[in-house]
């Protein structure tokens, strides 16, 4: 076998030995990455705050584990799922938790932070603007706006409910039933 030859076969083994170390990466980026989900509910299902700290720890420290592009997508997804599941739970808590395991993480973390209170802000807003509405139109139509109507309204989108508002005073009880359709 000759010069070339042999170099090939180096080549080779060079491009299925980086293969195999990419594979082996990838497969435990994917264990690290199940670990923090299964972490997640657990800390979600946690039965007393000492247990849910323990657990959010557990799944910092996972986390931190992660490649670098992947630790800001993981963190802000336990964070929505924790602060959905747990009622119990602010975000300050998690960010205790968070800048005792993932020290130099501080940027990252305020910014979804800061992130998770606007939307719970803008959320709160239109929760807020929604039953405003259902009071004024309680108060203009009396039992004419039934349950039904007051829960369709709670559902309604941003849209919706800026043009109840917008007409609050004008509107009747029959285009509200057609809009809310």
Not at 29 to 47: D, F, H, N, Q, W
Not at 115 to 129: A, H, Q, T, V
């Amino acid at each position: 076998m000759g010069l070339r030859g042999k170099g090939a076969i180096k080549l080779i083994i060079q491009q299925l030995s980086d293969k195999i170390a990419h594979l082996r990466k990838k497969r435990i980026i994917g264990l690290t990455a199940t670990k923090v989900a299964l972490e997640a509910m657990r800390a979600g299902t946690a039965m007393t705050e000492k247990e849910f700290k323990e657990r959010l720890a557990i799944v910092f420290a996972y986390i931190n584990q992660l490649p670098e592009e992947q630790v800001h997508e993981w963190f802000e997804g336990c964070m929505i799922y924790l602060l959905n599941v747990r009622e119990d739970i602010t975000i300050e808590d998690i960010l205790k938790v968070q800048k005792e395991i993932m020290p130099g993480r501080g940027e990252i973390v305020m910014t979804i932070a800061e992130k998770l209170r606007n939307e719970g802000m803008e959320k709160g807003k239109l929760e807020g603007e929604r039953e405003f509405a259902i009071k004024i139109l309680s108060k203009r139509f009396g039992n004419q706006l039934t349950e039904e109507i007051k829960d369709k309204i709670r559902k309604a989108d941003e849209k919706t409910i800026d043009y109840i508002g917008d007409n609050l005073l004008e509107i009747t009880i029959e285009d509200l039933k057609e809009l809310l359709k």
